[in-house]
């Protein structure tokens, strides 16, 4: 299928690792040019490096900078001459008990996942309506449709977002000039996020981490995990001129783990 996106611009933000590099690998394959970000500049270096290695033909800009500062999403815009694709992503917020949680830690998780998509959508969605092409994903969690108790930072943050998202989408002024947002909520994910988390839960129940690993993928039907590549795979088609009459949409990738009929 051709997305017939080749040589627009797309800024896809925490993208040097996981979810968000899938995001990046996929569009650029669909000759879509790229602004990277991520906080570590050396893997986001090497990333950059391999995505030119893996289609010359787009161009490839890496800017170092925490997405979740003002500095950073300046920088991050600053370098996209114009952003057609918006993929927003950032670090998910730590696990834990309700209890333990002060203001600042609520802050910094509706920073990181809800106000700066906000921020970022609100920067670039006129221009693209005014060009008459923009396609908003935000990389969210399948805990928005099914919390997960211990991820209550998530769970809120996320779901701010998802509202947010829900009525912006369904403006006249976006939709009929070919504007579209949505939200895909991933699953369990093989990245370094998942592996970290294993790693915590296994020092935490003194299991081996490889059986921690195991029971998580069990209560998964497809009896894995999914992979980056499958994750940008989604990413690009929503990209994509084919997906223009999508909008305002919650897509799970999940490998059939939400149990509910819808
Ligand atoms: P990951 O493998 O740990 O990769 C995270 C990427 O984001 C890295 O490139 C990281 O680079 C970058 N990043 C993190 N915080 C950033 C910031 N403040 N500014 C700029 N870049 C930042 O994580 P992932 O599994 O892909 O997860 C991506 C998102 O999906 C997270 O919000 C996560 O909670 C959510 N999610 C993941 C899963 C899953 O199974 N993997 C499931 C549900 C939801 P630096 O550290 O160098 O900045």
Redesign the pocket.
């Known amino acids: 299928m051709n997305l017939e996106i080749e040589g627009k611009w797309a800024l896809v ?9 899938g995001c990046a690998e996929a569009l650029v394959a669909d000759g879509v040019n790229v602004v990277i ?4 500049d050396a ?2 270096q090497a990333t950059a490096e391999a995505l030119r290695a893996f289609n010359p033909a787009a161009q490839v800009v890496a800017v170092a ?4 500062t003002p500095e ?1 999403r300046a920088a991050a815009l600053a370098a996209c001459p114009q952003v057609d694709i918006l993929v927003n ?4 917020p730590p696990p834990g008990d309700f209890r333990d949680w002060d203001r600042a830690d609520w802050l910094r998780a509706v920073e ?2 809800m106000l700066t998509p906000i921020e970022l959508i609100k920067a670039v969605v006129d221009g693209m309506a005014e060009r008459g092409y923009g396609r908003v994903i935000n ?1 969210t ?3 928005v449709k099914a919390p997960i108790d211990t991820l209550g930072l ?1 769970n809120g943050a996320r779901s701010g977002l998802t509202g947010f998202v829900a009525g912006v989408a369904r403006q006249p002024r976006l939709a009929s000039r070919n504007v579209t947002l949505n939200n895909i909520l ?4 093989d ?4 592996r970290s988390g294993f790693t915590k839960a296994a020092e935490t129940s003194g299991q081996s981490i490889d059986d921690v690993s195991a029971a998580r993928r069990n209560t998964v039907p497809a009896q894995r995990f999914g992979s ?1 590549q499958e994750f940008g795979a989604l990413c690009a088609f929503l990209c994509s001129q084919r997906a223009g009459y999508i909008t305002g949409q919650n897509l799970l990738i999940d490998g059939g783990a939400f149990p509910g009929t819808y």
């Open positions: 933000c925490a993208a040097s690792k996981g979810l968000g590099r970000t991520a906080r570590g893997a986001l900078g925490d997405i979740t950073g992503n950032a670090g998910g990181a996942n990389i969690s399948s805990s998530s991933p699953g369990f994910f990245t370094d996020r998942l980056p």
